[in-house]
């Protein structure tokens, strides 16, 4: 065979075992992936923080209350969302609790109730098996669960250990280490 050609096939065969690598590792291990707008402030920036998703986690496996995720957008399969878990399976939520605690003589359904957009958000709503209740942590510029209910788990990419701020500098900057690298805490706290 032709040295030339031989080179050729050998080069081509590496890149071909480069990318399905890339692949695998992007399918089933890893992603790091940009997020944009302001849902998910303080915890990521509105744009150019890049965050590290854990296919560990995909389907909701493993991820509890307070973990960050990212998720196929249930209104829109062509886009990602980044949200946390405020919610999960079998918990009475309240649908928009930035509109304030609702009196005592409201409710609480002891079924499940349907989500419904002309009701006020002073409703509660169980989450269904199998979903999750996810909101931004920025309730007033998040579009979430109080607007397309409980995301099912089929559609959790993964979890977000962590993220790069690119907006910071290459070294140090405010958060004092690698391109404003910091890990995404589990903000939920229990109460005994």
Known sequence: MNPTIQAWV??????????????IVHTYIY?????????MLPTLAASNDYVHAFKKYK???????????????PSDPDHRVCKRITGMPGDVILVDP???VPDAGSYLPSEVEEF??????????????????????????SLD???????????????ILAANDF???????RKGNFWGFRKIQNTYVEED
């Open 31 to 39: 992603e790091f992936t940009e997020t944009r707008g302001e849902s």
């Open 10 to 23: 050998k080069t081509s065969s590496y890149a071909l075992r480069a990318v399905c690598f890339v692949h």
């Open 59 to 73: 389907d909701g496996k493993g991820c509890k209350m307070g973990d960050c995720i990212v998720a196929i957008k």
């Open 167 to 173: 907006n910071e500098p290459f070294w140090g900057g």
């Open 98 to 100: 930035s509109a304030g």
């Open 145 to 159: 669960s109080r607007t397309y209910n409980s995301l099912p788990m089929g559609l959790i990419r993964g979890k």
């Open 116 to 141: 419904d957009e002309d009701e006020s958000f002073q409703t509660y709503v169980k989450v269904p098996r199998g979903h999750v209740w996810v909101t931004g942590d920025n309730l007033s510029h």
